[in-house]
């Protein structure tokens, strides 16, 4: 095993599959603000006398064009792979909270709201905070452009490949002629030490990854330990009758591993605004105490909510339900139900769904209304849910199954190519395609590897437009 590249580029941080040349996983860098038609933030400031109320919205992914930049930045740095066989993925990450911060300038931050993430990337995150008089003030002063006023935090953590190679090396040809014929092990393992000690052997570290500590020592500790048992097979060759002159020691230690690393990335919302566009997002509004007073009570009409449960880990931005001029909006990341307001109706509901990947919007349908109201089922959505199941591998005996997921649709829906490890507790993993589509409308492939708890490895192909993947 050879130790793979990690580094960062135009803000991501990217790094190797030890197993994968091919392979290369990225994590992105700076959150950024939800995005109207324009590609103007979202964020709204409803400002009174005494008080304010903040919205806005973020997320946490990596841009077509960086993504784009970094591959070609792979191409360069890797001319013996076939630029046509570079893969990027994103490294397995789990968002555990989104803060908003307020800060005083000088570079610390109080929080006055976190939320979780819409758990599925971009990491939608949205927030609707009242502000006092004196806070309204330092949030002004982050959209007229000053910086350590108010900013977005996420709380991330995700699991990358680490790995370490130890060498030791150099010349023993005055530690061959110090030992005697039944040197010991323990005879060795001092040469060693001291040959590193005064510098006629060498140590090199080679490391991927954030190493831990633990895993470091073990690697140095078991290359001196090889070290050690190379010199007193040396040993045993030269003093038998015929001996050997080669006295050059090499030997190698690697060791891989998967780390799991929390981190933070965090904007200063102030870079939103470049160009001083940020006084064009403050609006006047009248009453007192912070914020606009109560509106008048929702009317009477009927429901529109998920026939799914809730999820906070769909891939929508949000989803317009329309009957006739009545109009109302599921957003994230809870996609609480609303109401149609107005008398119940018999008309058709006509249900448009906004996606996080920026592709166009798909519109479905629903005749007649339930009981209860307007049900929204995951296929009325566009969207199919995707699950892999390898809790029998797990049985039989797998130590980790990586699967790499691709979606090809057939027609309007999204392109799909993910890597996911199923290990530890986790040996069932979802996700969502966005199909545009009532149905899979594509195919779906899964390449698998599977690590037995010897140590072994056996791997496979699965083409199926089944969404629901079961590794028996």
Request: overall charge negative.
């Amino acid at each position: 095993m050879n130790a793979r590249e990690s580094f960062d580029f135009d803000g991501l941080h990217c790094f190797q599959s030890p197993d994968d040349v091919e392979l290369f996983y990225y994590v992105p860098g700076d959150p950024g603000p939800e995005v109207d038609a324009q590609n103007r933030p979202t964020l709204l400031m409803l400002v009174s006398s005494t008080g304010a109320i903040l919205q806005l919205g973020a997320h946490w992914k990596a841009e077509a064009g960086r993504l784009e930049a970094l591959r070609n930045e792979l191409v360069k740095r890797h001319p013996d792979i076939d630029p046509g066989a570079i893969r990027l993925s994103a490294s397995a990450a789990a968002v555990q909270k989104v803060t908003v911060g307020l800060g005083d300038g000088s570079g610390r931050f109080e929080e006055l709201q976190s939320s979780a993430s819409s758990g599925f990337p971009p990491f939608t995150a949205i927030f609707n905070i009242r502000l006092t008089g004196e806070q309204k003030d330092r949030a002004i002063a982050a959209l007229n452009g000053r910086s350590g006023f108010l900013r977005i935090a996420y709380l991330i953590r995700f699991t990358s490949d680490v790995s370490i190679e130890v060498v030791i090396s150099g010349d023993v040809k005055a530690d061959l002629e110090a030992l005697s014929a039944d040197a010991t092990l323990e005879d060795c393992r001092a040469r060693v030490s001291a040959g590193l000690d005064n510098g006629h052997l060498t140590q090199e570290v080679s490391e991927n990854g954030p190493v831990p500590a633990e895993m470091k020592a073990k690697a140095l500790t078991l290359a001196a330990e090889k070290a050690a048992e190379m010199l007193q097979s040396m040993v045993q060759q030269v003093t038998a009758p015929a001996p050997v002159s080669v006295s050059q020691l090499r030997v190698s230690a690697a060791l891989s591993d998967t780390a799991v690393r929390s981190e933070e990335r965090a904007t200063d919302v102030s870079t939103w605004f470049p160009g001083g566009a940020g006084p064009d997002h403050v609006r006047p509004i009248g009453g007192n105490g912070g914020g606009p007073g109560p509106g008048p009570g929702p009317k009477a009409g009927q429901t529109v909510a998920f026939d799914f449960g809730d999820r906070t880990d769909l891939p929508v931005a949000f989803v317009e339900a329309a009957r006739g001029a009545t109009k109302a909006v599921l957003r994230p990341p809870a996609f609480e139900p609303a109401t149609l307001a107005g008398p119940e109706s018999q008309e058709a509901l006509t249900v448009t769904t906004n996606y996080t990947d920026g592709g166009p919007p798909y519109r479905a349908t629903l005749a007649q209304p339930e009981a209860g109201g307007w049900k929204i089922s995951l296929a009325q959505l566009g969207l199919q849910r995707v699950v892999i199941d390898g809790t029998a591998r797990h049985a039989a005996g797998a130590r980790e199954l990586r699967v790499r997921a691709q979606y090809r649709p057939t027609g309007n829906g999204t392109d799909e190519d993910r890597t996911i490890y199923l290990r530890n507790d986790i040996w069932v993993q979802a996700f969502f395609v966005v199909t545009r589509d009532a149905s899979i409308a594509g195919a779906l492939a899964f390449d698998w590897q599977e690590t037995g708890a010897d140590g072994s490895i056996r791997s496979g192909r699965i083409e199926t437009p089944d969404p629901s993947l079961k590794l028996t």
